[in-house]
């Protein structure tokens, strides 16, 4: 692998501003870097509007009119194997510049790549672009195909992914780059929990504060709320059976993220707006999860008499992330596996995580056998001064190359 390359390219895709709902930029950056080797380069862009009416459409957190992508394939001399490398180019906002000790556009120091998006996940994008590369440079004496797409709009639901998907660009076998690294490197992401946002509104009764027992406060109801999402949480991730999932004690968390209430100090709270993030199993699709929360949130309510008289509202909004999972002696995952441990000397053992990703898309609607495989720790992401190994992502991207040729030679026609 070409470490000057894979630093060069990082770097310059760091520097590429993606926030999502902008992402054309480095849609068109990585367009340029496959047009020379590919044996075709399809880059185009779906209305949001026509995703909005598909029945798997996952939603999304910010307002867009238009989701471009940029997919290439090489095909190999013979039948064999759809196999589809994959990341996304969006990031989450810089934030607050001043509290960075890095450059967020992108500094590079050392082997490490610092800037937003290094480790979410434009280094993994890039070492699978070298992946891709290398395989290119290496002729077409090989069975089935190889392809390489680039989404946006991953960190608002997977619009890009989906719109991918519905072009056809899917494959027998997905490996997603994003940030996977533990202790001893890059780990196997072999099944991860979703994510739903409800809002959820209160209903008081406003009263002048000097006789607040003439009112209702919202805010004293949604205590009760409060508690029941917190039992709701309790029984959920306790129930878990999957054993990479029950091992992270909290694989399904429930979060409060924003409250909003009142409207004068000296007023009764007559009304309170909260909304919530909540867990997605692994074994339930989106509209299971749905139904099931709001059920056990009005069962758990019931019999508590201002609430029974004055319901709260309950409304799903917002993204939604589904959750998916692979058997962990699947055949991909084990060529993942063995070619890490011939590369590096550690094999690589499947964990679960709680967070949602575009893994979820590709198994559940796109039909494909996926993994998440990638550079840098998840826990640097979104963060202040975000950064990631160089060393890392030469290091997925070998992988990926010997996990290619694998699963190749082990499903040729």
Not at 61 to 79: H, K, L, Y
Not at 206 to 230: D, N, Q, V, Y
Not at 331 to 337: E, K, Q, R
């Amino acid at each position: 692998m070409d470490k000057h390359r894979i630093a060069d390219r990082a770097l310059e895709l760091v520097a590429t501003e993606s926030v999502t709902g902008d992402e054309q930029s480095a849609i068109d950056l990585v367009a340029s870097w496959l047009q020379p080797i590919a044996d075709e380069v399809d880059a185009w862009v779906t209305p949001m509007h026509e995703l909005e009416l598909d029945p798997a459409y996952p939603g999304r957190e910010i307002e867009r009119d238009r989701v471009p992508v940029v997919a290439a394939r090489i095909t190999g001399n013979r039948p064999g194997p759809t196999i589809v490398l994959t990341g996304h180019v969006d990031t989450v906002p810089v934030g607050d510049s001043d509290r960075w000790t890095r450059d967020p556009a992108g500094e590079i120091d050392g082997d490490i790549l610092y800037g937003r998006g290094a480790t979410d996940m434009k280094l993994g994008l890039v070492a699978a672009i070298e992946a891709f590369t290398t395989l290119a440079d290496e002729g077409r004496e090989f069975p089935g195909e190889v392809r390489l797409v680039a989404v946006p709009g991953e960190e608002d639901g997977g619009t890009g992914t989906l719109a991918a998907i519905r072009r056809g660009w899917t494959g027998d076998f997905v490996i997603i780059t994003e940030p996977t690294s533990g202790p001893n490197g890059p780990q196997i992401v072999a099944a991860h929990g979703g994510a739903l946002t409800f809002t959820i509104e209160v209903e008081g009764r406003s009263a002048h504060a000097a006789t607040r027992r003439e009112g209702e406060s919202a805010l004293e109801h949604f205590w009760a709320i409060h508690k029941a999402l917190r039992d709701i949480e309790t029984e959920l991730n306790e129930g878990e059976t999957n054993l990479a999932m029950a091992s992270l004690g909290l694989p399904y968390p429930t979060t409060v993220g924003i409250v909003h209430g009142g409207v004068w100090a000296s007023n009764v709270m007559e009304e309170i707006t909260a909304e919530i993030r909540v867990g997605v199993t692994i074994d339930e699709t989106i509209a299971e999860a749905e139904d099931r929360f709001e059920g056990s949130l009005r069962s758990a309510i019931a019999g508590d008499p201002w609430l029974d008289e004055h319901p709260p509202r309950i409304e799903r909004t917002g993204a939604a992330f589904g959750s998916s999972s692979i058997d962990t002696a699947h055949p991909l995952v084990t060529a993942v596996s063995d070619a890490a441990a011939t590369i590096t000397g550690v094999t690589p053992d499947p964990i679960g995580v709680p967070y949602g990703c575009d893994m979820a898309l590709w198994t559940r609607v796109g039909g494909a056998a996926t993994l998440v495989y990638g550079p840098g720790d998840v826990r640097t992401a979104h963060a202040t001064d975000e950064h990631a190994s160089l060393s890392e992502a030469v290091v997925v991207a070998a992988t990926l190359v010997g996990a290619v040729r694998r699963i190749q030679t082990a499903h040729a026609v």
